[in-house]
């Protein structure tokens, strides 16, 4: 693996970058706050996921916290005294949104804690690989506020009312099994696994067009977004513009031809 320079902009290096082959790897990196997502992290963040969307020789991104925790949410310490119109006049969101307008697609490596602004984080990502370890949840009731970076929508859309207001109103976690069974993760993995194997499914989506990943991404993102008529309407239009790639033509020949496919992204 190569080791990837992050130093953007603050003094600590809040996370942590690599690339394997086509697969860029980002790994959270305040371990002794179980990876709270402060400001400055959530800006080195966004900065290395365009920088690897920018990179054409990185097809799919891992996205990871620790063993022990994705992360845990927002910082709370960070948060705690701040008055409505500086939490207003900071716009945190606004890092949030670029990651969000990240088009490669992007595999979670989860493990232990993913809480508040953690859990919205691991939902704005693509695929998502659980340990069974994972302990899944909307807690900021808790704390005498309410998820803010998406939760009570992207939470409400994965996995239904009744699930999102048991898990946001009461705080409780759910375990990756539970998470798994309601549409949250898409698969649950041994402990000792679960980064090797995010890691190999980013690597089996690497093998792929790059282009018809992409548009594929965008065209499942677009279901939450739109009615099924217009929905149906891009995903055909994105699929003839499909047609106009060499790795549709080299797709389809090298099935035809029984062998396997070499996408070049073209
Ligand atoms: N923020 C800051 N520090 C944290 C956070 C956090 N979210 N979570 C854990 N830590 C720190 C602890 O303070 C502790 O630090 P120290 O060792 O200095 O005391 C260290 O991490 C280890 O934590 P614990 O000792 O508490 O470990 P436990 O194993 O006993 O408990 C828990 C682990 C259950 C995860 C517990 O730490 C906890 O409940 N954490 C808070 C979870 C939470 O409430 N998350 C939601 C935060 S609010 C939010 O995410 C809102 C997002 C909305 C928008 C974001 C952009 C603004």
């Known amino acids: 693996m190569t080791t990837v320079e992050t130093k953007p902009m603050a003094d600590e290096q809040l996370i942590l970058a690599e690339t394997d082959g086509p697969v860029g790897i980002v790994r959270l990196n305040r371990p002794k706050v179980l990876n709270a997502l402060n400001p400055e992290l959530m800006t080195q963040l966004a900065e290395q996921m365009e920088a690897f969307d920018r990179d054409d020789a990185i097809i799919v991104i891992v996205l990871a ?14 948060m705690a005294e701040r008055t409505m119109l500086e939490m207003y006049t900071r716009d945190q969101f606004a890092t949030w949104d670029r990651i969000r307008r990240t088009k490669k697609p992007i595999v979670a490596a989860v493990s232990g804690f993913a809480l508040g602004g953690g859990c919205e984080l691991m939902m704005l990502c693509d695929v998502v690989i659980a340990s069974e370890t994972a302990k899944i949840g909307q807690p900021e009731i808790n704390i005498g506020v ?30 990756a099994t539970e998470a798994l069974a309601a549409g949250l993760v898409s698969r649950v993995v041994p402990k000792e696994h679960y980064f090797t194997e995010a890691l190999r499914i980013a690597h089996e989506m690497a093998a792929k067009g790059p282009i018809a990943l992409r548009l594929a991404k965008e065209s499942v993102l677009k279901a939450a977004e739109t009615t099924l008529t217009e929905g149906l309407e891009y995903e055909r239009k994105l699929f003839y513009m499909l047609f106009a790639t060499e790795d549709q033509k080299e797709g389809m020949r090298a099935f035809v031809e029984k062998r396997p496919p070499r996408f070049t992204g073209k």
């Not at 916290?65 to 960070?78: F, K, Q």
């Open 65 to 78: 916290g620790s063993e022990r925790a994705w992360a845990a949410g927002a910082d709370i310490g960070d």
């Open 146 to 175: 309410m998820p803010g970076a998406g939760g009570t929508q992207r939470l409400t859309r994965a996995v239904g009312k009744a699930t999102a207001m048991d898990v946001i109103l009461t705080g409780r976690f759910l375990s």
